[in-house]
């Protein structure tokens, strides 16, 4: 069986946001464990630690990733194509967070799966608002896929 507690999964640029999410998450009410990464890479060793250290069947699973759409230069829509085309972890709702509303970007996201397409916050105090929406969402009203299905 697999773990489904709550588990947000961030993949955004700044080694800072780490500290700074918690904070405000824990602001927000969003009572999730919250994981922060800033590459490709680690969200890689992240989502296939089965294979490095625990069995599958005690694996935990995000309940939602964001993906900040520039991280690593602009590859977050390659990341989420990537996540959307797994058998598995293409039904774990991922949402991008931009800097832009660049129309193209946001019709890419949503042709490829993302589940909501955020201007990203550039205050706290808009950090706050974003991540209770995410729990109101999410957490609160919102109907999340089956993933123990698979």
């Known amino acids: 069986m697999l773990h489904r507690d709550q588990l947000v ?19 927000a ?6 994981v922060v990464l800033n590459t490709a890479e ?9 294979e490095l250290s625990e069995p599958f069947s005690f694996m935990r699973i995000p309940s939602l990733i964001v993906l900040d759409l520039h991280f690593s230069g602009n590859k977050g829509l390659a990341e989420l194509e990537r996540l959307k085309n797994h058998p598995f972890f293409k039904k774990i709702p991922t949402i991008i967070i931009a800097d832009t509303a660049d129309v193209a970007h946001i ?44």
């Open 9 to 27: 999964v961030f993949l955004g640029n700044d080694p800072n946001d780490q500290v700074t999410l918690k904070e405000l998450a824990a602001a």
């Open 29 to 34: 009410g969003l009572d999730a464990d919250l």
């Open 42 to 50: 680690q969200l890689n060793h992240f989502l296939y630690r089965t």
């Open 107 to 150: 019709d890419k996201a949503y042709s490829l799966g993302c589940a909501g397409y955020f201007a990203r916050p550039t205050s706290h105090e808009e950090w706050t608002l974003l991540l209770g929406l995410i729990r109101q969402y999410w957490f609160a009203v919102g109907f999340k896929p089956a993933l123990e299905s698979i």
